[in-house]
Structure formats: C-alpha cells, structure tokens
C-alpha cells in the first residue's frame, strides 16, 4: 500500500488560484495511477482528475476542464493539482487516491477503483 498526504487547501476568492499537492510513501510511486477527488458537504465523492502512472495520458471531469491541471512527479513521489478559475462550486474537501497498475485499465474514474487516499484537504471558494 502507498501512504497518500495532501496539501495547499485553504481559502480563496472566486477567480484565484490554488495547487494542491499529494505527497506518496511506502512502495513505488510509479506502479500507480493518480486521481483526484472532492466531496462537498451532503453530495457524493465526485471524480476531478486521473493521471496515468508515467504522466502520459489525463483525464478531468467536464466541470474543471480547462481550469485543472493534474500532473505528478515520479522523482519526488508527488502529485499536483493545479487549480485555476476557481469558483464557489468547486469548494469541497479534495482527496488524493492511488490505483495499482497491476491488473488496471486505464482510465480509472471511480472511487472504488481506487485502493489508498489521503486523508483530504480542504478547499473553499468564497463568491
């Protein structure tokens, strides 16, 4: 298993910025794909963004299309959120999650696909 701890939450005004990090430990980070994750209070936990384990192919949820950018570095064992545009509704607790390559397709959008998440950061976009 992989330890997943996320960073760079807070609070911003509608238009800012943010980038969120999730820092792995414990066995290759490589063998993993990457996603991103939110849940806002009283809604189910929706898929942002997934990232293939060499970088080489993304995918992002229509609603953060063009304003996401998922990328990840298999050197320092990170993955990042970079978050631009943002806007009220995009305000949630944002969780990193791990998936295996072995035996994995590729795209994974689910959370159950998912084996290992971070403990979530929050993000909070005033209007």
């Known amino acids: 298993q992989v330890q997943l701890v996320e960073s760079g939450g807070g609070l911003v005004q509608a238009g800012a910025s943010l980038r969120l990090s999730c820092a792995a430990s414990g066995r290759s980070f490589s063998t993993y794909h990457m996603g991103w994750f939110r849940q806002a209070p009283g809604k189910e936990r929706e898929f942002v963004a997934a990232?293939?384990?060499?970088?080489?192919?993304?995918y992002y949820a229509d609603s953060v299309k063009g304003r996401f950018t998922i990328s990840r570095d298999n050197v320092k064992n990170t993955v990042y959120l970079q978050m631009n545009s943002l806007k009220p509704e995009d305000t949630a607790v944002y969780y990193c999650?791990?998936?295996?390559?072995?035996?994995?397709?590729?795209?994974?959008?689910?959370?159950?696909?998912?084996?290992?998440w971070g403990q979530g950061t929050q993000v909070t976009v005033s209007s």
């Open positions: 999650a791990a998936k295996t390559v072995y035996g994995s397709t590729w795209p994974v959008l689910r959370p159950h696909d998912f084996g290992s």
């Open positions: 990232i293939y384990w060499s970088g080489g192919s993304t």
